[in-house]
């Protein structure tokens, strides 16, 4: 299995090594490890596991007073710039290998496809340097860089973010 894969399933099933939307956050711990920074705020709670970030909130049908998962974020444009070791949660990296720092989104679409799932462009959430993907069958939200400057120098950076590079991939 490569992180191609893992991105693929987190796209088609909204879920990562077994937890996605409403789990709560021992479940998340168990599967990613304790390696991550709580944000509270607001009623709410915002863990950031580097290439993972979850949202959990109190307010879930079947769970009152519970946190759980209410939305959560696969990171990969944080991959470019952020190299320290668990940047990649651990059980991801053992799981799937090496996470390569930019995922071209023609790769993802065909390994989507290859599973039987189509996507379409998601007319709302789609601005003029950022095309937004909606997963048939899925929660999934797929943000691709369409701007071929997006870092805004005036000179290309081939070391950076180009178009048509993945920059998340969102479950709600």
Not at 4 to 12: G, I, K, N, Q, T
Not at 23 to 43: H, I, N, Q, R, T
Not at 90 to 100: M, Q, W
Not at 120 to 140: I, K, Y
């Amino acid at each position: 299995m490569s992180a191609l894969d893992f991105y693929a399933h987190v796209a088609v099933h909204g879920e990562v090594l077994g937890v996605g939307l409403g789990a709560g956050p021992e479940a998340w711990e168990a599967a990613l490890g304790a390696a991550s920074l709580d944000d509270p705020g607001g009623g709410l709670l915002r863990r950031d596991s580097g290439l993972i970030e979850i949202n959990f909130s109190p307010d879930r049908p079947g769970r009152k007073g519970q946190l759980s998962c209410f939305g959560f974020g696969v990171q990969i444009q944080r991959l470019l710039y952020d190299q320290s070791p668990n940047t990649v949660p651990p059980p991801l990296s053992r799981e799937y290998g090496e996470f390569a720092p930019r995922v071209p989104f023609k790769e993802l679409q065909s390994a989507i496809l290859s599973l039987g799932h189509t996507l379409e462009l998601d007319q709302h959430n789609t601005s003029s340097d950022m095309h937004c993907h909606r997963v048939s069958a899925s929660a999934a939200r797929i943000h691709v860089l369409t701007d071929p400057d997006p870092c805004g120098s005036g000179d290309p950076d081939p070391d950076g973010h180009q178009q048509g590079d993945v920059w998340s991939i969102d479950v709600w």
